[in-house]
T-cell receptor, first 110, second 112 residues
Framework: GEDVEQSLFLSVREGDSSVINCTYT??????LYWYKQEPGAGLQLLTY?????DMKQDQRLTVLLNKKDKHLSLRIADTQTGDSAIYFC??????????FGGGTRLMVKP | DGGITQSPKYLFRKEGQNVTLSCEQN?????MYWYRQDPGQGLRLIYY???????QKGDIAEGYSVSREKKESFPLTVTSAQKNPTAFYLC???????????FGPGTRLTVL
């Protein structure tokens, strides 16, 4: 089955850019997602990208997809303290449910 | 407002008691899911349902049970057979089983 991996932790200074990375194994993925989880809350859908796209930008968020390397990244520009959260990537392969990564905890220092 | 609700937000139970967590959605979604999240951990799938009156075990179904009698509702019962039930429980729904999942706010269960 699909395997989705993320690094556990990322620390950045307020105002810097954050880049959260995700790798997956199944090259037949269709949609790839980023979710945000704030402390004690559910997961909030941030953005998604279709597998025939290389990049998607939405305000401070930029998603990059490298299908050859099976690598997905989420860049947050001008990172704020309110961006501190756990970020999950999730991958959909046709005929299956979403597979979630283990989450990356982003800490933003003032 | 359309969305997914979970109740209660916090739940305390004594060891050996069964407890039922509520999940309701008014998004007209066919598929619903239950996940467990332990501190500092990712999501683990407990049960999922693709349609009313049907459900399947996920990766960690032992000690849990579900029902899907209505499209809007997917309650999860944590039984006394679950060895370590203290965790954060998340419910989600999607249009179909492979579609975007939308999450409820979660229920934190503490067994004393």
């Amino acid at each position: 089955g699909e395997d989705v991996e993320q690094s556990l932790f990322l620390s950045v200074r307020e105002g810097d850019s954050s880049v959260i990375n995700c790798t997956y194994t199944d090259s037949s993925s269709t949609y790839l997602y980023w979710y945000k989880q704030e402390p004690g809350a559910g997961l909030q859908l941030l953005t998604y990208i279709f597998s025939n796209m290389d990049m998607k930008q939405d305000q401070r968020l930029t998603v990059l997809l490298n299908k050859k390397d099976k690598h997905l990244s989420l860049r947050i520009a001008d990172t704020q303290t309110g961006d501190s959260a756990i970020y999950f990537c999730a991958v959909h392969v046709a005929g299956n449910m979403l597979t979630f990564g283990g989450g990356t905890r982003l800490m933003v220092k003032p | 407002d359309g969305g997914i609700t979970q109740s209660p937000k916090y739940l305390f139970r004594k060891e050996g008691q069964n407890v039922t967590l509520s999940c309701e959605q008014n998004l007209n979604h066919d598929a619903m899911y239950w996940y467990r999240q332990d501190p500092g951990q990712g999501l683990r799938l407990i049960y999922y349902s693709q349609i009313v009156n049907d459900f399947q075990k996920g990766d960690i179904a032992e000690g849990y049970s579900v029902s899907r009698e209505k499209k809007e509702s997917f309650p999860l019962t944590v039984t006394s057979a679950q060895k370590n039930p203290t965790a954060f429980y998340l419910c989600a729904s999607s249009i179909g089983s492979g579609d975007t999942q939308y999450f409820g706010p979660g229920t934190r269960l503490t067994v004393l």
